[in-house]
């Protein structure tokens, strides 16, 4: 069954007959009849019946007149919304870490919405390894990663700029008249990051491992505007990305401690599945990246 069969029985039954059908629709009159007889032989059924010289719809014509023009309807209403679909819309999905979207991405996430108002973004917090996931299983397609590196070879990556990370603590912690912190300094101290996952937490766990340093607690905090906070009223040691920290650090109720036992090589990628179809939306987000933050 093809559309053209169905606009040709249509017009048949708007027309009343074969020949000014053929005629409307720039057909030959052949055309027209075999166009008929191929619906009729698909559903094994006839469509019209003659009266003399009046051309009447079957039962089942009747009934296939009504799936005719619902279908016609819903094939042209594709065609329009396809034909204009260079303009950005639907459903876009963003992984992000917090820091960047709060500290980063704000000015863009905005203007983006405002030059596109019918795409739907919607912004998912976590860490890089969930990302991942989430892109190999193309339930997520875009995602802004902290790395040192970002190798994957089913991914398409895009440095952005380096991330530097602080370690940050109270100006009225005991560590600060040293101004650096050795990793045998932070045995017996509480520790408050981010969820687990992240590559500036990993690398210092793994430094502290290595020295058989153990921390007296470690607190999981999912917001880093709480870990701040407990940081600044001296509740623990956190460890950030220093844009993060940039203006409790100008006003001094936070201070940076070097750790030469410790680097952190962070940087920040934009990745997307190499297998993802890129939509005219996701190709406008790559693009106002480009200009924006890759100045």
Not at 41 to 47: D, H, I, P, R
Not at 260 to 272: D, S
Request: glycine share 6%; proline share 3%.
């Amino acid at each position: 069954m093809e559309i053209r069969q169905l606009k040709t029985f249509m017009s048949i039954v708007k027309l009343g007959n074969f020949s000014q059908a053929a005629h409307y629709l720039g057909y030959t009159q052949s055309t027209v009849t075999t166009h008929i007889q191929l619906l009729e032989k698909e559903l094994n059924t006839l469509l019209f019946e003659r009266f003399g010289h009046q051309l009447m719809l079957t039962t089942d014509g009747e009934r296939l007149y009504e799936y005719a023009e619902q279908i016609t309807r819903l094939a042209e209403d594709a065609k329009n919304e396809l034909e204009h679909f260079d303009t950005p819309r639907g459903p876009i999905i963003i992984g992000m870490p917090e820091s960047l979207c709060v500290y980063y991405l704000t000015d863009l996430l905005k203007e983006y919405t405002a030059l596109y108002p019918d795409v739907e973004l919607k912004l998912i917090f976590g860490i890089s390894s969930d990302f991942r996931n989430l892109l190999r299983r193309n339930m997520m397609d875009l995602a802004f990663i902290l790395e040192e590196t970002s190798k994957d070879a089913d991914l398409v990556s895009t440095l952005l700029w380096p991330e530097p990370i602080a370690m940050v603590v109270s100006p009225d912690h005991k560590l600060v008249k040293a101004g650096k912190a050795e990793l045998k300094d932070l045995h017996g101290e509480t520790l408050l990051f981010v969820e687990s996952g992240s590559t500036y937490r990993s690398a210092l766990e793994t430094g502290l491992a290595k020295a058989a340093v153990h921390p007296r607690t470690v607190m999981e905090i999912c917001h880093i505007q709480t870990i701040k906070q407990f940081v600044c009223a001296n509740l623990g040691i956190t460890v950030l990305p220093k844009v993060a920290v940039k203006e409790e650090l100008a006003a001094g109720t936070l201070v940076a401690l070097q750790c030469p036992g410790i680097t952190f090589k962070t940087n920040t990628y934009l990745v997307y599945h190499k297998d993802k179809w890129l939509s005219h939306g996701i190709r406008a987000f790559l693009k106002l990246v480009q200009e924006r933050l890759l100045k």
